[in-house]
C-alpha cells in the first residue's frame, strides 16, 4: 500500500468577491480594512513606546491626527505620480485618482507628507520631531507589513513568473494578469515578500533600540535603510506598469531607482548622526520651551516609575541609617578608650 501526500505547490488568490463587501448602502474594501489594521497596529505600538519613553501619553495621538491624514494623501499622490498612465495616458480616468481603495499607496510620499503632518503635531506638542520619528518607526514598519496584504486581496503588485512551490496564482480573468501569459502561470508574492521583509525589520529595530538606545532621528533613519535595502530587490521583481527612468544606461522603475537613493542617504544620515550624538548626546526629547516632564519622567526620555523611585529612596534611607549606626558606634569605641588609665597610672612607684 503507497500514500501519498498532497502538498499545495502555490498560494492561492482569494476570490474576487473577497475583495469587497456590502454593509448596507456601504461597500467595504478588504485593501482600506488592511490599511486600517495595519494603523491601529502602529498607534498601539507607537503608543506602548511613547509611554516608555516617558513622554506625554495624550500627544501621540495629537501628533497622529496630524501625520496620519497627510500620510495617506501623500501616498497616493506619489502612486499618481509614479504610475500616471491609468489617471493621464491613453483611456486613463482622473476621477480614480481619489479611490484608493482600489490601491495605490507610494510609501515614500506617505513618509515625506506624513513627516509635515507630523512636524506640525510635534510642533503644537511641543516635542522634537526626531523623538517621534524614533518612537513611530518601528510601528510604521508594522504597518506597511500589515498593509501589504491588500495587495494580495486585489491581486496586484506581483512579480514576474516563477515556478517555486510559494509561486502566487492569479486569476486568469483578472484585468492584472498579464497579457499573453498562459493561465495557470504562477508569478513572485512580492506582497509577502515585503511583508515578512517588514516584520523582520520591526524586531531588529526594537533590538537594537533596546541594545542602543538610538535617539535623535536614528533609529528612523536604521528603519529607512532596512526598508529601503528589501524595497530595492523586491521592486525589481515585480511587473506591474509603472514609470522606467534610465541612468547610468540601466532602465529601471522609479522605485528602484528612488529605493536605491533613500538606502543611500539613510545610512549616510544614520553614520552621520551616530558620530554626532557620540560629540553631543541628546540632553531632551521636548523642543525649547516645551512640557515638563511629569513625576517619574526624564526629559532625556528615561522613565523612571514611581516604584523605582520609592526602591530608591528606601535604599538609600537604608544605607543612610546603615552609616548612622556605624558612625555611633565608633563615638563610643572613642569614649571608651578615652576613660581607660593610660599605662602610666599603673607604673611602679618606685621608679
Not at 509614479?82 to 510609501?107: C, E, K, N, T, V
Not at 528589501?230 to 532602465?251: C, N, P, Q, S
Not at 528602484?256 to 539613510?266: D, I, K, M
Not at 556605624?326 to 572613642?334: G, H, I, K, L
Request: proline content about 7%; hydrophobic content about 45%.
Amino acid at each position: 500500500m503507497s500514500t501519498s501526500l498532497a502538498v499545495p505547490a502555490a498560494i492561492p488568490s482569494p476570490p474576487a468577491d473577497f475583495s469587497s463587501f456590502s454593509l448596507g448602502p456601504l461597500t467595504i474594501h478588504a485593501y482600506a480594512l488592511c490599511i486600517l489594521a495595519g494603523i491601529i497596529l502602529a498607534l498601539w505600538m507607537t503608543s506602548v513606546r511613547w509611554k516608555k519613553r516617558g513622554l506625554p501619553q495624550d500627544s501621540v495621538f495629537d501628533i497622529a491626527i496630524w501625520a496620519i491624514p497627510f500620510g495617506i494623501i501623500g501616498g497616493r499622490l506619489y502612486h499618481v505620480v509614479s504610475s500616471p498612465d491609468a489617471y493621464f495616458g491613453p483611456g486613463g480616468d482622473l476621477a480614480l485618482i481619489p479611490q484608493i481603495w482600489r490601491g495605490g499607496l507610494g510609501i515614500w510620499g506617505a513618509i515625506a507628507l506624513g513627516a509635515v503632518g507630523a512636524w506640525i503635531g510635534c510642533r503644537r506638542a511641543g516635542i522634537k520631531l526626531s523623538t517621534f520619528a524614533d518612537v513611530a518607526a518601528p510601528g510604521v514598519l508594522l504597518a506597511q507589513a500589515v498593509g501589504r496584504w491588500g495587495n494580495w486581496f486585489n491581486q496586484e503588485l506581483f512579480g514576474g513568473p516563477t515556478d517555486l512551490p510559494w509561486g502566487l496564482e492569479i486569476d486568469p480573468n483578472n484585468t492584472n494578469f498579464p497579457a499573453g501569459t498562459a493561465p495557470g502561470t504562477l508569478f513572485h508574492p512580492t506582497f509577502l515578500y515585503e511583508s515578512l521583509w517588514n516584520l523582520a525589520g520591526v524586531a531588529v529595530l526594537l533590538l537594537l533600540d533596546k541594545r542602543f538606545r538610538l535617539r535623535g532621528g536614528r533609529l528612523f533613519w536604521l528603519y529607512a535603510a532596512i526598508y529601503t535595502a528589501g524595497r530595492v530587490w523586491i521592486e525589481i521583481l515585480r511587473i506591474d506598469d509603472a514609470e522606467m527612468i534610465t541612468l547610468f544606461g540601466t532602465t529601471q522603475r522609479l522605485n528602484v531607482w528612488t529605493s536605491a537613493a533613500l538606502l543611500l542617504l539613510s545610512i549616510g544620515m544614520f553614520i552621520f548622526l551616530s558620530v554626532r550624538a557620540r560629540k553631543t548626546p541628546e540632553t531632551s526629547l521636548y523642543l525649547e520651551g516645551g512640557p515638563v516632564p511629569a513625576a517619574g519622567e526624564t526629559a532625556d526620555g528615561s522613565n523612571n516609575s514611581p516604584l523605582d523611585n520609592k526602591n530608591e529612596t528606601e535604599s538609600g534611607n537604608v544605607k543612610s541609617a546603615s552609616r548612622t549606626r556605624e558612625a555611633r558606634a565608633n563615638v563610643a569605641e572613642t569614649k571608651n578608650e578615652a576613660s581607660k588609665p593610660s599605662r602610666s597610672d599603673h607604673s611602679d612607684p618606685a621608679t
